[in-house]
């Protein structure tokens, strides 16, 4: 009786080592990286906080049925009141190493989806840190990669604050050390084109007065269409993929208004009639249409 | 333990374990044998139904024929082509690992890698004050050095224009100052010289655009990083009140490392490298990029992009490479090369990079920037001219072959394996619509 005990017990120890042997198979998931965009103040700094992606709302709560399906939510809540290149505990650039440490090592599978700033965090991380064996590619709504003109205006003087005003931007604080990082001229001194996977760089062009004229080409109040499509030169855009204007390696736009927001086509393939905010939503959707569900 | 050790137990527990392994490693090699839609991409079809142009040249490696596609104009359609499924990122991924990610081809539309370090700021509004929105004229800057080293000056240009005509109109410079970096505390650390009189850089004399120049200097700490020359002005002519433009550039007073203008060329496995020597004075992360062109056309062929640890130490080697197949797809016959845009700096990071990932698996707290981000090298003075003549057939024509390669391919397999699991094998998922 006991031989047959011990018998088992061997049995039991082999398997446990099999499973041991395919741990990292048993072990592979999928993630869904989110990177927010800039914001005024620096709470949401939890991993678990979702409301910076507005996933609460009705088409976020598609959204999120939608991409768990594919795998795991976790969102790199940063300090975004300072510089996204920036390194310790609660910065960007550490934040999103401490992600991609935790989610898109082993057998892991990962995507990033970008807004605004969270962008700009992102690209910068790609080039200076390189690019996850296990990162799929990343979806970029209203990238501030490139920079913003709004940021130009606003790190420049007092007298010429309407335009943060209506932005909500002459608030105490302003402009911050995000604010100065988004200057078009420092965001774009770095190399935007290191990206081995690719970019979905998708633009809103609902603008409104008086961003509509201060901004030169189309925006969306607050990024232009040069920076938002990932073109590789601070410029009048009117068109996400005018096929004149070269863009950043590995960027790519397109339409498609199966979703919370209308496709123009007129203004390019990847415009979206949104404002910044709403931008956050397309990039949803872009998402959940490359992982197949919707 | 011993009686649970025995002869008897140990053997069965070897002939069970042996056993579940030939019956995993069967499972296994039938998932391999398995064919997933990305594995047997069917590249000629899908380039024919999309309009990729597949008739492309060959070339002959090794007594061998082969295929030499049109990477830019292939990758240009695969751009465009709006659809999303595994298939297509495969063939993305497959085509962009044509080359290494070190070395990669370099066109004329290239902007931002031609002139890395200019600045073409668009026109930027002066709201009128007390306004609700008006705007009376814009400004804009311009520079072609955004990065300065040591006691080099900064230059960059002033235009301020009417907002109802949009044409230039002259301003009246009120004060020209420089700021220090933001971890510096954004102190005044000079005022900057400025002129419309030709004098200097100044290009012509009285044509409206202020040329304003400053010159760091040379060990001065407070004098490094993201610094921001602020002018003060005032346009009569528009009746703009006094109002402020800045603009922003990158100054390295203290020298982390520098280039000693010697240089090595040698071909390896069919491709060609440079091997710029450089003093190392600061070890650390280093970033090092560089273009090739043809030194008769001035074709661009190449851009290269390095991240490499140096420790300290002077006559070390950097390795540009300049892939080979890059040569042939680029139309290159016969000639010299020019290495140009030669320029690398380390980055300040407050921990050591090599022991980051360490640190965040240990839970260890990741100090915080406290200076600049960058320090730059002195940019070499004279571009670098190949000794010798190079001929295409010295070039390996076959594409890139390295682990990283054959790991993304395979994270995307598994990728293609699991998609086609939810969703079906043939669906053509369109993300676009047009």
Redesign the interface.
């Known amino acids: 009786m006991?031989?047959l005990k011990?018998?088992i017990?061997?049995?039991g120890?082999?398997?446990a080592?099999?499973i041991s042997?395919?741990t990292n198979q048993a072990f592979a998931a999928?993630y869904v990286i989110y990177v927010h965009g800039k914001g005024s103040d620096s709470s949401g700094l939890s991993n678990t906080n979702t409301s910076r992606w507005g996933n609460s709302d009705s088409y976020g709560a598609a959204h999120q049925r939608r991409s768990t399906?594919?795998g795991a939510s976790r969102f790199v809540n940063y300090d975004s009141t300072q510089?996204p290149?920036?390194?310790?505990?609660t910065?960007a650039q550490?934040k999103l190493?401490?992600a991609i440490?935790?989610f898109c090592t082993g057998a892991n599978?990962c995507v990033i989806i970008c807004h605004s700033a969270g962008c700009y965090a992102t690209e910068y991380y790609l080039a200076?840190q390189?690019?996850p064996?296990?990162l799929?590619?990343v979806v970029a709504g209203a990238s501030a990669a490139g920079g913003s003109?709004v940021a130009?205006?606003g790190?420049?003087?007092t007298?010429?604050?309407?335009?943060l005003s209506?932005l909500g931007w002459a608030i105490a604080g302003e402009p911050n050390?995000m604010t100065?990082a988004l200057?078009?001229?420092?965001a774009?001194?770095f190399?935007?084109?290191?990206s081995?996977?690719?970019i979905h760089s998708l633009a809103g062009y609902k603008s409104a007065?008086?961003a509509s004229?201060?901004i030169?080409g189309e925006d969306d109040k607050l990024v232009?269409f040069s920076g938002a499509c990932g073109y590789?030169?601070?410029?009048?855009m009117t068109n996400c993929?005018d096929g004149k204007n070269?863009?950043?390696?590995?960027h790519?736009s397109?339409?498609?208004?199966?979703g919370a927001v209308t496709?123009n086509?007129s203004k390019g393939?990847g415009a979206y009639n949104a404002d910044h905010s709403a931008m956050q939503p397309v990039a949803r959707d872009?998402l959940d249409?490359?992982l197949?569900y919707l | 333990m011993k009686r649970f050790l025995s002869k008897k137990n140990v053997f069965i527990g070897v002939i069970v374990l042996s056993g579940l392994i030939l019956l995993t490693g069967f499972s296994f090699l039938r998932t391999e044998k398995k064919d997933h839609i990305a594995v047997t991409l069917a590249e000629e079809k899908l380039m024919r139904e999309r309009g990729i142009p597949h008739e492309s040249s060959e070339t002959i490696w090794d007594g061998s024929k082969v295929w030499r596609p049109d990477f830019l104009e292939t990758e240009r359609i695969l751009q465009k082509s709006e659809l999303a499924t595994p298939k297509i990122l495969f063939m993305e991924y497959q085509l962009e690992y044509r080359y290494p990610s070190d070395s990669r081809p370099l066109t004329k539309k290239m902007a931002d890698l031609l002139n890395p370090f200019k600045i073409n700021q668009e026109k930027v509004p002066i709201f009128k004050p007390d306004s609700d929105g008006e705007i009376q004229g814009y400004f804009s800057w311009y520079s072609s050095l955004y990065m300065v080293t040591e006691d080099k000056p900064a230059i960059a240009w002033l235009q301020v224009y009417d907002a109802k005509t949009d044409k230039p109109v002259h301003a009246r410079i009120l004060s020209a100052e420089i700021q220090s970096d933001l971890v510096f505390g954004e102190k005044p650390v000079g005022t900057a010289d400025y002129n419309d009189s030709g004098a200097g850089y100044d290009n012509e004399a009285n044509d409206g655009v202020y040329t304003f120049s400053w010159v760091p200097r040379k060990g001065e700490k407070l004098h490094w990083g993201e610094l921001t020359m602020k002018v003060k002005f005032d346009a009569p002519s528009i009746k703009l009140k006094e109002t402020e433009a800045s603009f922003t550039f990158n100054s390295t007073p203290i020298l982390p490392a520098k280039f000693t203008g010697n240089y090595r060329e040698y071909l390896e496995n069919g491709s060609l490298y440079i091997s710029a020597e450089v003093d190392i004075y600061k070890p650390g992360q280093y970033i090092f990029e560089a273009n090739l062109f043809d030194k008769e056309s001035e074709t661009p062929y190449h851009w290269v992009y390095m991240r490499k640890y140096l420790e300290k130490g002077t006559s070390q080697k950097v390795d540009l490479p300049f892939f080979g197949a890059i040569f042939h797809d680029r139309g290159f016959e016969e000639g010299r090369f020019i290495l140009r845009n030669l320029r690398g700096h380390r980055m300040n990071l407050p921990y050591d990079p090599r022991k980051l990932n360490e640190m965040i698996t240990k839970g260890q707290e990741v100090p915080v920037t406290h200076e600049p981000l960058q320090e730059w090298m002195p940019l070499p003075e004279e571009p670098y001219t190949t000794l010798n003549r190079y001929d295409v057939v010295q070039f390996s024509p076959l594409e890139y072959q390295g682990a990283d390669k054959k790991e993304r391919l395979r994270v995307l397999e598994e990728y293609a394996a699991d998609w086609e699991k939810a969703h079906g094998a043939s669906v053509d998922t369109e993300i676009g619509e047009n």
Do not use: E, M
């Open positions: 006991k031989s011990n018998q017990r061997v049995i120890l082999s398997i080592i099999l042997f395919a999928n399906a594919w510089d290149r920036t390194s310790g505990t910065r550490t190493a401490s440490s935790s599978k200076t390189g690019t064996a296990n799929l590619y003109s130009d205006i790190t420049t003087a007298l010429i604050s309407p335009l209506l050390n100065k200057k078009t001229g420092t774009r001194s190399n935007h084109n290191t081995k996977v690719t007065q008086p004229t201060a030169k232009n590789s030169s601070h410029g009048t993929a070269a863009k950043y390696t590995k790519v397109y339409c498609n208004s199966k496709c086509t393939s872009a249409r490359l197949g």
